[in-house]
């Protein structure tokens, strides 16, 4: 069965709102990766996470793996036209080394 | 560097043609992987690879084929396309990660196939 479940699939936001992507597994981790695809792009690797309760920011972006590792999440504050696109969570779900996706969160930012 | 490679950019197929996408990395890579994107989909693993002479199955395995004999190349076969198969396919490789975590995947640009 589903073994991820990434929501909201859609989001539209005003220029400067906040966003937020959650990424949700049935099966605990051993480590999650999180990408972003621009319109009529490939997926660009963000940032990897590996241990427990670990938080990592870039410049606007906030990347949380939860306590039991088995959530994710990416948070963009101040969204700007540029962080359109599609964000995925990519982990071992099939196994080490056999990475799949999350069906992805279709970001739009309205200027 | 190049990266990773795929040709061709585009292709229609004919229903029950056959063709390989070819997909080359220069960054000495173990793992390779062949995805597929469906428009407004997520990316659905086709086949991957740990290395020369290895390849096993994602999750959509069906209706392809795969080899690897070198550690560059990575070629995936469409044996007698369907329309189900019209997609953008997308090539990417990893190095190990540590302490046995995935590494970050490196993408190609995609192929885009069209079966009419």
């Known amino acids: 069965g589903q073994q991820v479940m990434q929501i909201p699939q859609y989001q539209h936001v005003q220029e400067g709102e906040d966003f937020t992507t959650y990424c949700n597994s049935s099966t605990t981790l051993s480590n999650i990766q999180w990408y972003k695809q621009r319109p009529g792009g490939h997926p660009v690797f963000l940032i990897q996470?590996?241990?427990?309760?670990e938080v990592k920011k870039q410049k606007r972006l906030t990347f949380q793996f939860g306590e039991a590792k088995k959530n994710s999440s990416l948070h963009i504050t101040a969204t700007q036209t540029t962080d359109v696109g599609t964000y995925f969570c990519a982990g071992p779900w099939g196994g080490y080394q056999k990475v799949t996706f999350g069906i992805g969160t279709k970001l739009q930012v309205i200027p | 560097n190049a990266g990773v490679t795929q040709t061709p950019k585009f292709r229609i197929l004919k229903i029950g043609q056959s063709m390989t996408l070819q997909c080359t990395q220069d960054m000495n890579h173990n793992y390779m992987y062949w995805y597929r994107q469906d428009p407004g989909m997520g990316l659905k693993l086709i086949y991957y690879?740990?290395?020369?002479?290895?390849?096993d199955k994602g999750e959509v395995p069906n209706g392809y084929n795969v080899s690897r004999s070198t550690t560059e190349d990575f070629p995936l076969r469409l044996e007698l396309a369907a329309p189900s198969q019209t997609s953008v396919y997308f090539c990417?490789?990893?190095?190990?990660?540590?302490?046995?975590?995935?590494?970050?995947?490196?993408f190609g640009e995609g192929s885009r196939l069209t079966v009419l």
């Open positions: 690879s740990v290395g020369a002479g290895i390849t």
């Open positions: 990417a490789s990893s190095y190990p990660g540590f302490d046995s975590n995935t590494g970050e995947l490196f």
């Open positions: 996470l590996v241990k427990s309760g």
